[in-house]
Nanobody
Framework: QVQLVESGGGLVQAGGSLRLSCATS???????????MGWFRQAPGKEREFVAA????????YYSDSVKGRFTISRDNAKSTVYLQMGSLKPEDTAVYYC?????????????????WGQGTQVTVSS
């Protein structure tokens, strides 16, 4: 199995920044051909929404239009950790943020394409 643990959420004022981390563990990365790491978010009453993704192998990055230019996804292969640096935060960024792991070739923006999920971390942006 693959374990994902998010951290770094909290309360921040609009215009502020936060950095989320997703620590990964487990020996099943190669078994499941895991190469894609994604961040999703879900606000109350809304569907889970794609935020950003990155590949372990080549470091290719993908962003939703709503966060492009404000958020940066990165990974540290040695630490098996993925980060989401969030800047210029807005109240509409308030949500529970989830880290997810998917197989090579998965469609990056579809939650159903990811095989493993973390428990989520709350991000609240006050106006």
């Amino acid at each position: 199995q693959v374990q994902l643990v998010e951290s770094g959420g909290g309360l921040v004022q609009a215009g502020g920044s936060l950095r989320l981390s997703c620590a990964t563990s487990g020996r099943a990365f190669s078994t499941y051909a895991i190469d894609l790491m994604g961040w999703f978010r879900q606000a109350p009453g809304k569907e889970r929404e794609f935020v950003a993704a990155i590949t372990w192998s080549g470091g290719s990055t993908y962003y939703s239009d709503s966060v492009k230019g404000r958020f940066t996804i990165s990974r540290d292969n040695a630490k098996s950790t993925v980060y989401l640096q969030m800047g210029s935060l807005k109240p509409e960024d308030t949500a529970v943020y989830y880290c997810a792991a998917g197989r090579r070739g998965a469609v990056v923006s579809r939650p159903g394409e990811y095989d493993f999920w973390g428990q989520g971390t709350q991000v609240t942006v006050s106006s």
